[in-house]
């Protein structure tokens, strides 16, 4: 099983501590080197520390061990709120959240926030550590993909959910490797139960028209017969337009595109714009810099606006 940091499931005290003087460097500046650490500078006598320091604790437990916390009553740590101010950190005012990354402070704000905001700080801060192997994990799982490899690629991109259950690449992929097993059931299933964050994302989009196009590959006709009624009629809208579906399910993308955009030319209104449906299709379930889809959505464009 792939390993990619730390647990999701690390309990909240390993996450959030109470800090003071004696403890600053270790739980602070050191513990930063590997981890950066936001610090919620608080008073007991402060009412917006009152409202932010919970939901502050949330988004850091949420961030599930990419960002940990440290909680510092000025009151009781005078002397260190005052050695920090001489060394430019604003602590006159507080609530003060300061985030720390390898020793060095990294970002801040004062004052009570909206809980989206803090949310999106907390996400800042995690970023600066990177996305622990990740990254490289989808990277490696796409080539299994690539290589035809499936069920390895599946397990991968699924581990990674399980590390980071919002990552849009590897739902997007977990889907595509599911499809390539021809189980357009359970990638249906993960569609229609993407969590909301991330239902609209491009890699998701990518993985529902991959989907479609899927489905209409096993409805597709004989390529030849299909080949023939065009040629014997080339006026035959249906049949151009069941030869670029039979194209698409033999691989052969780049002929089923010139023959949508074929069809757009003789009849672009033809079936509700069905041309032009399923050229979006196909360009939403390529990547956005295929040469595919570059040249196919130039071509498109200069008839649309001719």
């Keep these: 099983m792939l390993e990619f940091g730390q647990s999701p499931s690390a309990p909240a005290a390993d996450l959030i501590k109470d800090g003071n003087e004696a403890t600053f460097m270790a739980d602070v500046v050191e513990a930063s080197q590997e981890v950066p650490i936001i610090v919620d500078f608080w008073a007991t006598w402060c009412g917006p520390c009152k ?3 919970p939901m502050l604790e949330q988004a850091v437990t949420e961030a599930k061990g990419k960002v940990k916390m440290v909680k510092i009553d000025v009151d009781q740590n005078q002397r260190l709120a005052q050695m920090l101010a001489q060394q430019g950190l604003p602590l006159q005012s507080i609530p003060t959240v300061v985030a720390f990354h390898q020793g060095q402070v990294a970002d801040m704000f004062q004052g009570a926030l909206p809980q989206s905001e803090l949310k999106a ?12 192997g990740l990254g490289e994990a989808i990277e490696a799982a796409e080539a299994m993909l690539a290589e035809g490899a499936a069920v390895d690629a599946a397990q991968t991109f699924a581990a990674i959910l399980g590390e980071e259950p919002n990552n849009a690449a590897a739902y997007g992929g977990l889907v595509r490797a599911h499809l390539a097993l021809d189980d357009t059931d359970q990638a249906a299933a993960l569609l229609d139960n993407a969590p909301a964050e991330i239902a609209g994302s491009p890699e998701v989009e990518a993985a529902r028209a991959q989907l479609e196009l899927a489905k209409q590959a096993a409805d597709a006709g004989p390529l030849a017969e299909l080949r023939a009624a065009v040629e014997a009629d080339p006026a035959n809208h249906q049949a151009r337009f069941d030869l670029a579906t039979a194209l698409h399910a033999a691989g052969e993308v780049e002929a089923a595109i010139d023959e949508l955009l074929e069809l757009f030319r003789r ?4 079936n509700d714009a069905a041309a032009k449906t399923q050229l979006f299709t196909i360009f939403d379930s390529l990547k956005p810099t295929d ?14 606006f001719a």
Excluded at 294 to 301: A, F, I
Aim: glycine residues 10%.
């Design 51 to 53: 409202t932010l320091g």
């Design 121 to 132: 700080f907390v996400d800042r801060v995690a970023a600066l550590a990177g996305d622990d």
């Design 291 to 304: 040469p595919l889809v570059l040249n196919g959505r130039r071509k498109l464009s200069s008839m649309i």
């Design 267 to 270: 009849d672009r209104e033809w």
